[in-house]
């Protein structure tokens, strides 16, 4: 499979395709989410109290960790801001057709399932101790249906920014792949770099990132829609935030928890061999799944 189901796109992203207007987009989007986020923060505090703030903070709580990943809905509408006033594009343009871009997605999503379920087993044997199940299965049953949506939202907003915006615009300026996927998936390592959060780990979680921005950007332009690098975006999350977390990261929906934070560099350093490993693996699922 080539890159030529991209074309569509690229077209659509050339009718302003001047990097200027992508720079000032690129502004645009933040401040447009960074203010509507604050506003969906403050208004939270002011109707739950400042005790909410913790576990918002660390993601700690169902409540704090829905807030989180849902108020990444505000850089979805700030990407959108951006498109239409700078580009005269809109949704559709970055996504690609609906109709396709889901059941590209409904594929894809399909294997990754199936694929997790078997490195689940796998990871279970990678750690010592076992996992630690934090939370009753009805009560996070309960919760599941939100957290699903939550994470959805967010992992829809980031591949709409780099995937469908700043993958796409570059396409439209430079003829060589490298060129556009490369770039946005070292910003989309930059975001994921927290040095505060992983200590000596911080830059392989990054370069992870990195090669998570790759990967999608592949899939993109291999299927001509954001649909298989949303499905890969939201089954990996899905797992690592509702399934199994870090304890004390983003665990406030998680059913199990591992035996170690991310303060742990040790057990940490262990994890990373596995997480890339899975990472190429559910490419090639993907891919797979995309020719079928």
């Known amino acids: 499979m080539s890159y030529a189901p991209y074309g569509p796109r690229i077209a659509e992203a050339r009718t302003k395709p001047a990097l200027w207007r992508l720079l000032a987009g690129l502004a645009l989007a933040l401040i447009v989410s960074l203010a509507l986020s604050q506003a969906l923060l403050f208004g939270a505090v002011r109707i739950g109290g400042e005790e909410l703030l913790p576990g918002i903070i660390g993601g700690t709580t169902p409540a704090g960790l829905i807030l989180v990943l849902s108020g990444m809905g ?3 509408l ?14 559709r343009t970055l996504i690609g057709p609906y109709g396709l871009a889901l059941r590209q997605a409904g594929r894809v999503f399909g294997a990754l399932v199936v694929l997790q379920a078997l490195l689940l087993g796998l990871m279970s044997w990678g750690f010592e101790g076992a996992l630690i199940q934090q939370r009753a299965l009805g009560i996070w049953l309960a919760l599941l249906p939100l957290g699903l949506l939550a994470v959805l939202i967010q992992t829809s907003a980031e591949e709409i920014l780099f995937r469908g915006y700043i993958q796409g615009q570059l396409a439209a300026r430079f003829s060589h792949p490298a060129l556009w996927i490369l770039p ?57 935030i509702l ?19 991310p303060g742990d560099e040790t057990e940490v350093a262990r994890a990373m061999p596995l997480e890339f490993g899975g990472l190429l693996v559910s490419w090639l699922a993907a891919r797979v799944a995309l020719r079928r």
Do not use: C, K
Not at 78 to 91: D, E, P, Q, V, Y
């Open 74 to 76: 505000t850089l979805t």
């Open 78 to 91: 700030g990407t959108l801001a951006a498109t239409h006033l700078l580009h005269g594009r809109g949704l």
């Open 184 to 240: 946005q998936a070292a910003l989309f390592a930059a975001g994921h770099y927290t040095a505060g959060t992983f200590g000596s780990n911080a830059l392989g979680i990054a370069l992870w990132a990195g090669v998570f921005g790759l990967i999608a950007g592949d899939l993109t332009a291999r299927s001509g829609t954001l649909g298989p690098a949303m499905a890969l975006h939201f089954v990996n999350n899905a797992m690592v």
């Open 243 to 261: 399934v199994i977390s870090m304890d004390g990261m983003l665990s406030g929906l998680s059913l199990y928890t591992l035996p170690f934070s």
